[in-house]
């Protein structure tokens, strides 16, 4: 087994003040988890049991903090839109015309959006990419019913019967 790395006693006592100062339970967990290691001596098995992760989390924690320091701890977290085609922005600015079209009583029509998607992208994608697109721009699809719910049909049919 490696022979653990040095660490000063004022980088533990750095560390408790920002256990203290913690935001999150995930941010407290990751600061404890490297202040057992250099102000308890733990290893990895040992932290990983007492705060409840696996030990290759633990190990990378302690790498990335290594590596990068302090601002391990407000690490953003995992996710986002890695594999975009557009940003945010540029979706919109495409979107915005095919949306005034539609608010001055036209019929949006996926397919002309697809083809101007692919085209502003320079590549195929699926229908499925401009449906979740135009969800995440808080459009949805209105349609007036065709009949009341509660419509009664014979009820109707008699009255047109009846009626003068």
């Not at 949006?108 to 590549?123: F, M």
Request: aromatic letters at 10%; hydrophobic letters at 35%; glycine letters at 6%.
């Amino acid at each position: 087994m490696r022979t653990p790395r040095a660490f000063s006693q004022e980088g533990a006592e750095h560390l408790l003040e920002l256990l203290k100062k913690a935001k999150s339970k995930s941010e407290f967990q990751r600061i404890q988890c490297v202040w057992m290691r250099f102000k308890k001596n733990l290893p990895a098995p040992d932290i990983a049991d007492l705060i409840g992760w696996n030990v290759s989390s633990v190990r990378r924690v302690h790498a990335q903090y290594y590596k990068d320091g302090d601002k391990i701890f407000k690490g953003v977290g995992r996710g986002g839109r890695h594999r975009e085609n557009l940003s945010k922005e540029e979706e919109g600015k495409l979107l915005n015309r095919f949306f005034d079209k539609a608010r001055d009583g036209g019929i949006l029509v996926v397919n002309e959006i697809k083809l101007a998607y692919e085209q502003v992208a320079g590549y195929k994608v699926p229908k499925s990419t401009v449906y979740r697109m135009l969800a995440r721009h808080d459009w949805r699809k209105i349609v007036p019913y065709r009949r009341h719910p509660k419509a009664d049909l014979d009820k109707q049919e008699a009255f047109k019967k009846t009626f003068r």
